[in-house]
Structures are given as structure tokens and as C-alpha cells.
């Protein structure tokens, strides 16, 4: 489990160094400026796994690990998790994940499908102009709305569904 967890701390540290940079441009570009990640984890030893486990199977939960590690998501220094309004916390979320599909194009056969659902609704026209200027060199994207009017660039293509037929 040691082992298997100082991996993972690794691989999880690396994809965040790759991901800071354009997590922060994605965050500015739609709104929230001094975007960052942050991840302080250390990998269990297996001295310290074996002083716990006797603890550990009493609860019935390990209590070390990378399992209980989490990933720092702030703007201007402020944790989003407990200090951003609802408003900047989905905008970090759509951040990060514009991040990880720009990371996924650049190492993968191609760029990845995104789907994401009703996003527009929440965002205001500059950071829907800002989104629809970033998706349109981001392949192919999907993009749910309940009005063709909440789109703010002409879609390549438009399926509308009405009473539970698409016209």
C-alpha cells in the first residue's frame, strides 16, 4: 500500500505541475483572476501505515493515505472550497476542466469529446463570449443549453428538442 500510494501522490503531483498554467489562463480568461491548484501530500510509509493498523481495522478505514489528500483549488490566494461563492467555484470547475482537455489534446491521439451541460446559464455574456472563443479551437464540444438565445456565437451545428422530439 506504500508503495502503491507513494505512486500515486507522484502521478498526482506531476498532472498538477503540467495543469497550474493553463488552469490559471482558463480561470483569468473567464473571470477569476490569481487562479491556482495546490497539492502538500506525502507519500505514506509503510512504517507509518503499520503503526495505524491495528487503529485501521478497528474503524474499518485507513487513516493515512493519499485516499485523504486533497487538491487546493483558490483564487487570489483564497481556498474556493471554503471561501468562493458558488459562482467562483463553478467557474475554477469549468476552468480546470478546459485545463485537462488542453493537456488531454496535447498527449493524446486528438482532442477529447466535451460534453458540458447547461454551463451558460451561469455565466454572464463576456465570460460566454470568452468560453465560446476558447471552445471553438477545442474540437469537438458539446454544449447543452435551454435556449438557442443563451449560445452567443452561431453553433456548427444546433439540435433542438422539443416536447422530447429533436427537430
Known sequence: MAELGSSLV?????????????????????????????????????EALESRLAEDIERGTTGLGPHLDDVEIRAEERDLRRFGSQGEQRLAVLSLLLAEAELLAERGPGPPL????????????????????RLAGAGQTIVTATGAS????????LVQVQPGIAR
Open 150 to 157: 443563451a449560445l452567443p456565437v452561431e453553433p456548427a451545428q
Open 114 to 133: 466535451l460534453l458540458l451541460d447547461d454551463v451558460l446559464s451561469e455565466l454572464d455574456e463576456r465570460r460566454r463570449t470568452a468560453l465560446a472563443e
Open 10 to 46: 507522484a502521478a498526482r503531483a506531476e498532472t498538477l505541475s503540467v495543469l497550474r498554467e493553463p488552469f490559471a489562463e482558463r480561470a483569468f480568461e473567464l473571470g477569476l483572476p490569481g487562479g491556482e491548484l495546490g497539492y502538500e501530500a506525502k507519500a505514506p510509509t509503510a
